[in-house]
């Protein structure tokens, strides 16, 4: 190579360098705001587990991170002094019942809304869809009317008068959160997004509707499913609103309901509340990593057809 030839290919070289570095610090930027997001959302949970390790006097002593001495004992004063046990399998059983109860009549609904003719089907959906529109707060009320004169349940009559109803039982706190119109519009949007072409198919090998959706849809929606699951599950095991209002025995109590009873007028166990909040964790973290894989992808392919 020429000297002429090193020079002119020099202004050409610098160029490049510059985006180089330009794409170096823009990465390094991004990087950086990653790291501090992610401190922002792990400071809280990692308080409150160092804080379920420390004695009483040390919850509130400036500076003090770190437990002088690690109160493992905590845990163990949680479970034998109060009903911690019962709350955790009360939200347990609740939620995996609410979970499949969901899964089951949303992808029914969103198959029937995706894929079958039907008169008045998009008016319907609308008037789902429009149910989004309405806060849960505005249906509290109307909602707890309606459980408390349920017909022949709680010593009610026929007529839905004379007891409670569903209140302070697990029909309560499980049948009014069996369907959500976010649940049947997540997986309709889904179904409309598989191949017509298979089920055509099985329709010439003589399958019935409903063997269609159960031998190929359901099985062809498992990320849908997985992250309409995880929502569900998520929502109900933090659910903390109804489940206060509508039981008053303690053995009813969900495991949300069960921890507010350590914040009392004047004082505050903070140590036990924060180890019953750790424990209440565990499940929710659980379900996630089980379906973290199927949850991305449902995330990404849900909603882009419709």
Not at 22 to 38: F, K, N, P, V
Not at 58 to 87: A, I, K
Not at 169 to 197: D, I
Request: with cysteine.
């Amino acid at each position: 190579m020429t000297p002429t030839t090193s020079l002119a290919a020099r202004p050409a070289a610098r160029p490049t360098e510059r985006v180089a570095a330009l794409e170096l610090a823009r990465q390094a930027l991004i990087y950086g705001l990653l790291c501090l997001l992610a401190v922002i959302f792990v400071f809280p949970f990692a308080w409150a587990l160092l804080t379920s390790l420390k004695s009483d006097q040390e919850v509130f002593q400036f500076g003090t991170w770190l437990p002088s001495v690690w109160h493992f004992d905590n845990y163990t004063r949680l479970l034998t002094t109060s009903n911690l046990t019962r709350y955790f399998l009360n939200s347990f059983v609740v939620a995996i019942v609410v979970t499949l109860a969901h899964l089951v009549l949303a992808s029914t609904a969103g198959y029937a809304f995706a894929r079958l003719r039907f008169p008045g089907r998009d008016a319907l959906f609308a008037l789902v869809i429009a149910t989004l529109m309405v806060p849960s707060q505005a249906t509290l009320v109307p909602l707890f009317i309606l459980v408390k004169h349920w017909p022949l349940l709680g010593d009610n009559d026929l007529w839905g008068t004379g007891g409670f109803g569903m209140l302070d039982t697990y029909w309560v706190l499980t049948v009014p959160m069996f369907a959500t119109a976010y649940g049947t519009f997540l997986l309709r949007q889904f179904f409309l997004g598989l191949p017509v072409e298979l089920e055509d198919a099985a329709r010439i090998d003589g399958s019935s509707e409903f063997g269609i959706y159960w031998r190929i849809v359901v099985p062809l929606s498992g990320p849908a499913m997985a992250t309409l699951g995880i929502f569900s599950f998520q929502n109900v095991w933090n659910d903390f609103v109804w489940p206060l209002v509508t039981t008053r025995s303690d053995v009813m109590k969900t495991i949300q309901v069960g921890l507010a009873q350590f914040r009392r007028e004047g004082s505050t166990d903070w140590t036990l509340l924060m180890a019953g909040t750790m424990i209440a964790t565990v499940p929710i973290l659980i379900v996630f990593l089980l379906g973290q894989r199927f949850f991305t992808r449902g995330i990404a392919l849900t909603g882009l057809k419709g």
